[in-house]
């Protein structure tokens, strides 16, 4: 069955870096685009980053994280990444990882940005 498990995440000071990483399985992962969402306490989840699929890896980014995130893919190990630096407090939240096109959902892994 198709398995999205995401792990990485941790405790980290602000201004800190942090890569996250999505391990998918029981589908042909490169021919999906793949997503990040987040989910703070109290808020709903929002969109964060998402890769194309066989398209020279085209990306998009929410603008909150525009120029401190980024996301990749290795279809030989079907993984996908958000490298996140410059991390704030109010990037604190659970991470999810989402594949559109099956609306499949990971269990999420916690981030949490605080001195």
């Known amino acids: 069955q198709v398995q999205l498990v995401e792990s990485g995440g941790g405790l980290v000071q602000p201004g800190g870096s942090l890569r996250l990483s999505c391990a998918a399985s029981?589908?042909?992962?490169?021919?999906?685009?793949m997503t990040w969402y987040r989910q703070a306490p109290g808020k709903e989840r929002e969109w964060v980053a998402t890769i194309y699929s066989r398209s020279g890896g085209m990306t998009g980014y929410a603008d909150s994280v525009k120029g401190r995130f980024t996301i990749s893919r290795d279809d030989t190990s079907n993984t996908v990444y958000l490298q996140m630096n410059s991390l704030k407090p109010e990037d604190s939240a659970v991470y999810f990882c989402?594949?559109?096109?099956?609306?499949?959902w990971g269990q999420g892994t916690q981030v949490t940005v605080s001195s």
């Open positions: 029981g589908f042909t992962f490169n021919n999906y685009a």
């Open positions: 989402y594949v559109p096109a099956l609306n499949t």
